[in-house]
């Protein structure tokens, strides 16, 4: 069985940090693009960050200089670390194996 767990999210203050962990089981982990993706309520869902399995990663502009992804492939999780935080960023955050499976989400909220 395919798991995606998320954890790391809850409140920060503008102008500070979280770190997202989403830790997979069920897949070959270092075969997968991982993706990290977000959706504030009454929003689409938007795609925030890529890490191909070569370790090459993709931003959304909103995040880029901000946000980083990266992987620890000998734990198989996926991290995303968030710096600079605004209220624009309180969303859902996502885990996504490409092409393939979600996790359940983390809740992100971002006061000012």
């Known amino acids: 069985q395919v798991q995606l767990v998320e954890s790391g999210g809850g409140l920060v203050q503008a102008g500070g940090s979280l770190r997202l962990s989403c830790a997979a089981s069920?897949?070959?982990?270092?075969?997968?693009?991982m993706e990290w993706y977000r959706q504030a309520p009454g929003r689409q869902r938007e795609l925030v960050a890529t890490?191909?399995?070569?370790?090459?990663?993709n931003y959304a502009d909103s995040v880029k200089g901000r946000f980083t992804i990266y992987r620890g492939n000998a734990k198989n999780t996926v991290y995303l670390q968030m710096d600079s935080l605004s209220p624009e960023g309180t969303a859902v955050y996502y885990c996504?194996?490409?092409?393939?499976?979600w996790g359940q989400g983390t809740q992100v909220t971002v006061s000012s």
């Open positions: 996504h194996v490409k092409f393939s499976y």
């Open positions: 069920g897949i070959i982990f270092r075969s997968n693009v």
């Open positions: 890490i191909t399995s070569a370790g090459s990663t």
